[in-house]
């Protein structure tokens, strides 16, 4: 491991399996439960995925929704690619591509729970709280350093992995946080509990 790979966490989890393409060509209200509890690394920088949210081209919050751009196109393709965006100018999202080619459906990746590289989360971030390092999804594209030239990258190669989870974790279910169509929509997935959340879930559903 290089310095920026380390973790002053005593015991990082064990990584389970990598995920592989097919994991993602499934309904994206299969994944996004599914991503809870998985672990999703950037230059061997992050950690254990603790929120989440679908979208799928057939509702309006999803820019799927009116058909293919230049921004968009990668949503359009096959699964288990990246799809990052800028967010009101300012920050940098990530998503995972799901279903078949054609689909445009995608799993936004909202926060984690940092387990590798929390040294040089804490430097790009320029704060020390773990809490507050990836709790929200431009937060999370900070830490990890993801911009737009992380855009339509295989999540099975690198500089990108993601791992399957090796244990239970209860997931609860909410409406979608920022948007402004399609609100009541209950597609908001996290880990029950977990402090690491972007914002608490209010009457969650399990």
């Known amino acids: 491991m290089t310095s920026s790979q380390t973790s002053d966490t005593p015991n990082p989890p064990i990584l389970g399996k990598p995920l592989k393409p097919s994991f993602f060509a499934r309904s994206v209200h299969d994944v996004a439960p599914d991503l809870i509890g998985a672990t999703l690394l950037v230059d061997g920088v992050g950690g254990i995925i603790v929120e989440v949210e679908a979208y799928h081209h057939t509702e309006p ?3 799927s929704h009116r058909g293919p751009t230049p921004r968009n196109m990668v949503m359009f393709g096959p699964p288990g690619f990246t ?23 995608a799993v ?19 704060l020390h709280d773990e809490r507050l ?6 937060k999370l594209c900070e830490a990890l350093g993801i911009s737009i030239a992380h855009n339509a990258l295989p999540l099975d190669a690198p500089p990108i992995a993601v791992y399957q989870r090796t244990a239970k974790f209860e997931v609860v279910t909410g409406v979608r946080i920022g948007i402004t169509k399609a609100v009541d929509l209950p597609w908001r997935y996290g ?16």
């Open 61 to 63: 919050a999803a820019h």
């Open 83 to 105: 799809y990052v965006y800028r967010s009101y100018g300012i920050h940098w999202c990530m998503n995972f591509v799901c279903e078949k080619n054609g689909s445009a459906a």
């Open 108 to 126: 936004l990746i909202r926060a984690l729970q940092p387990t590798h590289g929390i040294p040089a989360m804490r430097r790009r971030r320029g």
């Open 133 to 138: 390092l990836c709790s929200g999804p431009g």
């Open 191 to 206: 880990l029950k509990g977990s402090k690491f959340l972007s914002k608490p879930f209010r009457n969650v559903a399990p």
